[in-house]
């Protein structure tokens, strides 16, 4: 965990107009900075950075945030990912939480990272090298049609049929960085490359580090395919090949398609379908599926219609299973059993290809049912057990409230159980219909949209979001009664009070990352941040205006207390700490005056 005094030292050192302005095209409009959001298309500008309160707000589709928030968006990176993201970029450290490790073991495996990092690189340098020297393999990949742009973009490259090509680029040979990174193999007293004679496919982390490879055998042999191993640098199950390259086309698509192979990927690139990503020689994981739902809405998978891919498919849908959302829709897309997507688009094109995709890929609700009844006989009591039995610890896992729902539901239809009596049969409570999760859907810019009317709370919210130095003036007594909106205002107020430094828009609302406000924060700024006017900083009338409003909303609060207090007493008898609290309520009201 990053300690929270961390992320604030960041955000006072980085400026989010440079970060954002190495992606985006920035023009000064005023005290703010403009562009035609990068995350929805628009022809007009309405995305907006202010360099004072260090925050990007799109007045069309809503999205907004810190530097943080900006990189985990535009790069499809974690939290944790975007921190380090950031903390590369200025050169400093970013620390576990105190006490939980050792300063110089920390210090020490930065260094093995990055001497590691470094290895990778200098191997794809001298692979990319080696290709354009290779008559062979040059010719290879002209045969699978691909052109000098998809190379270079992927960085493709050839290793040698030479048991030590490395030790012509390092020296020693080996080194303990090359046998770290896997990139040489040590057996018997023996050392030599675990690379040869193959296409090199270079794999890079989220963040544009080379990672590690794949690479396939130019002509017949075993493996075709050969990955590199787990090393400190690599890890199978938690990368996708393809996936840093693809980003801008994911964007632009806002679909991800994940495939089997590296070679469907630069196929399909070379075709005109960029954001298609693969996993590293193992079924999809849990971990590429958190992944991959940071990327897009839509994730297609595309799976060999052989018994090997349907098996594949199912192992990705299992794992998938825990990890839905509502927002987010999987679907599964099987070719002809004799085609792969290279093949595939190659013999058909991508307008096919992609027909095929869109139209003809099943949602994972469609495709869970249908394997699961395939060979069931639902018109047998039988039958209808059997499903009970194998849907419902599938069904146990799926955490998305509507999508559970309605699932559980559809299992009791085909089974024709009412949704009561299929719950007790289970052992499990009846499944309440839940409240649907709330999203900041994106509009196009234009979109009408009307915001429900904004309480006093909400704009006293609003107000401390974009002025966090009027958080002195807030001071709501303990025995107030805080709920909702209410207790919203008090958490905020109280993070920023306790900050020992003075904070900005973009860092209060990483204050609020991961708290139970943080959904309510990001509707308020998503519903009434809609001009560049509301951003502004407040004047002195306005200082003014927030401190009455928190008198109006003491007020309140206080006399729907006494309200229910005395409604309470003339129906019966008050507690001790009842009377108290009504004296308390009772007595003169009090706001902070600076």
């Not at 192992?315 to 839905?324: D, G, T």
């Not at 900083?537 to 206080?558: A, V």
């Not at 729907?560 to 003339?570: E, H, N, S, T, V």
Request: net charge neutral; charged share 20%; hydrophobic share 40%.
């Amino acid at each position: 965990m990053i300690p929270g005094e961390f992320i604030d030292e960041l955000l006072n050192k980085i400026d989010i107009v440079d970060v954002i302005e190495e992606f985006v095209p920035l023009k000064k409009s005023g005290a703010n900075y403009m562009a035609c959001c990068p995350f929805h298309k628009e022809k007009s500008p309405s995305f907006s950075v202010s360099p004072t309160k260090q925050f990007y707000h799109c007045f069309g589709c809503g999205v907004h945030g810190s530097a943080i928030g900006f990189i985990m968006e535009y790069q499809g990176l974690s939290f944790q990912e975007a921190v380090q993201f950031l903390a590369d970029r200025i050169g400093t450290t970013v620390p576990k939480q105190a006490g939980n490790i050792n300063p110089q073991a920390q210090k020490a495996h930065k260094q093995q990272q990055q001497t590691l990092e470094q290895t990778t690189a200098a191997a794809a340098t001298y692979y990319q090298q080696q290709l354009k020297t290779s008559l062979r393999a040059q010719n290879y990949l002209q045969q699978r049609g691909l052109s000098d742009e998809i190379i270079i973009h992927y960085g493709l490259g050839y290793a040698p049929d030479d048991w030590q090509a490395l030790a012509k680029v390092f020296q020693p040979y080996p080194s303990n960085a090359l046998v770290n990174s896997g990139m040489v193999i040590t057996k018997d007293d023996r050392h030599y490359d675990r690379f040869r004679d193959r296409i090199m496919f270079p794999i890079r982390s989220t963040r544009g580090q080379i990672i590690g490879f794949g690479a396939r055998i130019i002509e017949t042999g075993e493996p075709k395919y050969l990955n590199s191993p787990e090393t400190p640098l690599f890890d199978k199950g938690r990368n996708l090949y393809g996936l840093y390259e693809a980003r801008a086309a994911i964007k632009e698509a806002q679909r991800v398609l994940v495939v089997e192979g590296y070679m469907d990927v630069v196929a399909l690139a070379q075709f005109g379908l960029g954001y298609a990503v693969a996993a590293l020689g193992t079924a999809t994981t849990a971990d590429h599926v958190r992944l991959l739902m940071r990327q897009s809405d839509h994730i297609y998978f595309c799976f060999d219609g052989d018994t090997a891919g349907k098996k594949a498919a199912w192992r990705a849908l299992e794992n998938a299973l825990p990890q839905l959302k509502d927002d987010k829709i999987l679907h599964f897309l099987f070719l002809p059993a004799e085609h792969d997507p290279d093949s595939y688009v190659r013999s058909h094109g991508l307008k096919t290809f992609e027909d095929a995709l869109l139209n003809q890929s099943l949602p994972l609700s469609v495709y869970f049912w249908q394997t699961l009844t395939e060979n069931i006989d639902l018109n047998t009591q039988e039958g209808k057990a059997e499903l009970i039995k194998t849907a419902s610890p599938l069904l146990a896992q799926i955490k998305a409230p509507a999508l559970s729902f309605l699932l559980r539901q559809e299992l009791s239809q085909k089974v024709g159980i009412d949704e009561h009596n299929l719950a007790q049969l289970l052992g499990q409570q009846q499944p309440r219909q839940p409240a649907i999760q709330q999203k900041n859907y994106r509009l196009p810019q234009n979109t009408f949209r009307q915001p429900p009317v904004m309480s006093l709370a909400q704009k006293q919210i609003r107000a401390l979001l974009i002025n966090p130095q009027w958080a002195v003036y807030i001071e709501l007594p303990e025995y107030l009664d805080l709920h909702g909106d209410y207790a919203c205002l008090a958490a905020l107020a109280e993070r920023i009070q306790a900050s020992v430094t003075p904070l900005n828009s973009g860092a209060v609302l990483e204050l609020m990352r991961n708290t139970e406000f943080e959904p309510v924060i990001r509707q308020i700024i998503h519903d009434y941040l809609d001009s560049p006017d509301v951003m502004q900083p407040g004047n002195e009338d306005d200082c003014t205006t927030f401190k009455q409003g928190m008198q109006k909303l003491l007020d309140n609060l206080k006399t729907q207390q006494i309200d229910a207090l005395k409604r309470k007493l003339q129906h019966g008898k008050l507690s001790a700490d009842e009377k108290q609290l009504l004296l308390l309520l009772l007595s003169p009201p009090k706001i902070p005056s600076a």
